[in-house]
């Protein structure tokens, strides 16, 4: 009893010890909003959104679950299930990527003081030109993985190079900015390959 008593006293000192440094918080917080005016400072604080690298990523993922069906998908996938589980993708997938395409339209008008007009209806149409080539660059990644499987004495399955391999994910997503590219879909292919790059170690 008499410990936790002491023990009790010891945390009350603890928090009132810690009163004077938290005061401090609000001059400090303060001080970095006044440095947020230097012209050297980088922001964007401004009504309208930029694009979301944690969104980006997001895609990166739905695309991944699309492209090697059952593969990465967050549940189960059958014969039986699989048109509704890649219809439910594709859907979730187009309302992500045409925002963040929205988002990185607008941001370059805003950047390079530019005319911007029609820019979510420029995502839902980049969104979905870009859906209809995952057909053909599924084709493409599946050789990717036969040669990568054919060209690796050590590898047992291509189940294990899609799983496993950081080539085949540093390829799938520089296939996937490229295409974004060629549609004209400023700032997310960049934010793409380097995400790539940094999570794989790999530049194409």
Known sequence: MVKQRKKEENCKI???SLSPLKSRLPKI?????ESCSDQE?????DYEPIPSKEGVIEIIDRLREILFPGYFARGKID???LKYAVGQSATTLFDML???ICHSIRHDC???DQPCSDCDEQGYRLALQFLETIPGLRKALAADVRATYEGDPAAKSTDEIIFSYPGILAITVYRIAHLLLNLGVPL???IMTEYAHSTTGIDI
């Not at 917080?29 to 909003?33: L, M, R, Y």
């Not at 400072?41 to 604080?45: D, L």
């Open 14 to 16: 603890d928090a009132q």
């Open 29 to 33: 917080a303060d001080e970095i909003i």
């Open 41 to 45: 400072c980088y922001t964007h604080i």
């Open 79 to 81: 014969p039986l299930n």
């Open 98 to 100: 045409s925002e963040q």
């Open 110 to 112: 805003w950047r390079y």
């Open 188 to 190: 997310l292919p960049r």
